[in-house]
C-alpha cells in the first residue's frame, strides 16, 4: 500500500468512527486545506487533520498554525489533529478508540490534550 492510499484511508477511518458518534462528516477534496474532515454535530464543528504512521507521523508547524487559524475565523469550532496507527494493543491509551484495524487519538490544539468528547 503507497503512503497517499494508507493516508486517505486513515482519513476514512477516523471519518467513519466520528460518523459512529454522531458526526455528520466531510472530506476535503484532495486533503489540499488545513482540514482533511470537517465534523458537526449540532452546533460544534471539528476541523480535523489527520495524520497517520505506521511509527511516528510527520507533523509540520505550518499544518498546526494554519488550521488553528482556521478555526478562529469560523465560530464554535475547534482544531483536532487526529493519529491513525495499525491496530497493536500495546499502543491503546485511555482516550484511544478501536476502529477495526485501526488505533485512533484525537487531540484538541493548540493544547496538545487527548480528547474523548467524540463520543
Known amino acids: 500500500m503507497s503512503y497517499s492510499s494508507f493516508g486517505r484511508e486513515a482519513e476514512y477511518a477516523a ?18 486545506g488545513p482540514a482533511d474532515i470537517v465534523a458537526r454535530r449540532d452546533d460544534i464543528l471539528l476541523l480535523i487533520q489527520v495524520k497517520s504512521s505506521t511509527k511516528i507521523p510527520k507533523i509540520r508547524g505550518a499544518e498546526i498554525q494554519n488550521l488553528i487559524q482556521m478555526s478562529e475565523k469560523i465560530s464554535n469550532s475547534y482544531p483536532l489533529l487526529s493519529f491513525v ?16 484495524n485501526y488505533l485512533i487519538n484525537f487531540f484538541i490544539l493548540p493544547q496538545w490534550e487527548s480528547v474523548d468528547f467524540l463520543k
Not at 471519518?15 to 489540499?32: D, E, I, P
Not at 496507527?85 to 477495526?100: D, K, L, M, T, Y
Open 15 to 32: 471519518g467513519s468512527c466520528l460518523t459512529n458518534y454522531g458526526w455528520a462528516v466531510f472530506f476535503s477534496k484532495g486533503s489540499r
Open 85 to 100: 496507527h495499525p491496530h497493536i494493543e500495546c499502543n491503546v491509551n485511555n482516550n484511544s478508540i478501536i476502529f477495526g
